[in-house]
């Protein structure tokens, strides 16, 4: 049974190391102003990454999450400074977000085109065409009424947060219960079969990439209504820390294995280590590299374990063929 969560334990075990190590070195980091602002730069990386658990569960990848990210929170602060009805600009930036995963869905799903080919080539135009648009400026003079979604400031933690584990929630039911949520898995740990069995492989796929970016969308609004300015350049870098943390979690870069409960812990344990790194005293330039180190040990251990579980399933077919 706990061979099943071994990811999560590993994931959990490193979380209490870290903690164990903060409260001896540096005590300050628990702090509770300190441990309001990591939820607050965690939230949107989990919410991203509850959509980039579902694409590589399907054993796709989506690595323009960043690019949508920017676009999103720009284009719901341009609404809001244009004077466009709040709740417009709000929903603006989860359309904006589905409507480009709708693009990178119809180029892998569609065209078959390799996702991680699809997903960077998106990554870069859409990138470039933001800075050629905004010319690199910030999104100011944001309306009152945008920032902290029009909540106290006080009061936007605790809203957010129960959003967040609303989404939550409802990907670990849908994994668990529904049709969807077993045609997911089905499809990431045999396309072919799952094919056979009567799944729209390519529809699935395209609506997860769907789903992300709206997912994607939400994490940026999510971040936007926190300062009264909005960067053109917001994300760079995130999507590392995404797929960095969707790996540690346990889930597969080939597809059919991964949980979102392990995403939270490796968005968790990510999202602890940036300041740890600050608070003991450490270049904070460290953090990118422990997430390269990160995504080369999950891919190392995935492949580890992807290879005896093919030679498992070779030694029994042979002795099945034997003894027939």
Not at 73 to 83: E, K, M, P, R, Y
Not at 178 to 184: F, I, K, S, T
Not at 271 to 286: E, K, M, N, V
Request: contains cysteine; charged residues 10%; glycine residues 10%.
């Amino acid at each position: 049974m706990l061979t099943r969560y071994r990811s999560e334990i590993s994931v959990g075990v490193a979380l209490l190391l870290l903690c164990a190590v903060l409260a001896v070195r540096a005590p300050a980091y628990f702090h509770g102003d300190n441990l309001v602002d990591i939820l607050m730069s965690s939230l949107p990386v989990l919410v991203i990454g509850i959509g980039m658990t579902l694409v590589m569960l399907v054993g796709e990848i989506d690595i323009s999450v960043a690019s949508v990210f920017a676009i999103a929170g720009v284009l719901a602060g341009s609404l809001a400074t244009w004077q466009v009805p709040l709740i417009i600009a709000f929903v603006s930036a989860p359309l904006a977000g589905a409507l480009l995963g709708a693009f990178n869905g119809m180029l892998v799903a569609r065209f078959r085109i390799p996702s991680i080919v699809a997903t960077l080539a998106t990554m870069v135009a859409l990138r470039d065409a933001l800075r050629w648009v905004t010319q690199g400026a910030w999104v100011q003079n944001l309306p009152p009424g945008f920032q902290w979604l029009g909540l106290p400031q006080g009061a936007y933690p605790a809203a957010a947060a129960a959003v967040v584990l609303a989404l939550v929630g409802m990907s670990v039911l849908a994994l668990a219960y529904l049709a969807a949520g077993r045609q997911v898995f089905a499809t990431g740990s045999n396309p072919e079969a799952a094919r056979l069995a009567g799944i729209d492989v390519p529809r699935l796929k395209f609506w997860l990439f769907v789903l992300a970016g709206g997912l994607t969308g939400t994490a940026a609004l999510l971040n936007a209504v926190r300062f009264n300015q909005i960067p053109g350049n917001a994300g760079l870098g995130l999507e590392m820390k995404v797929i960095a943390a969707v790996l540690v979690g346990g889930t597969s870069v080939t597809g059919g294995r991964g949980s979102i409960a392990g995403t939270v812990l490796g968005v968790v344990l990510l999202g602890a280590i940036g300041p740890a790194l600050t608070f003991l005293g450490a270049s904070p330039y460290w953090e990118r590299a422990i997430q390269g180190a990160i995504i080369l040990t999950a891919v190392a251990f995935d492949a580890r374990r992807t290879h005896r579980a093919s030679v498992s399933h070779s030694v029994v077919a042979r002795s099945q063929r034997a003894a027939t």
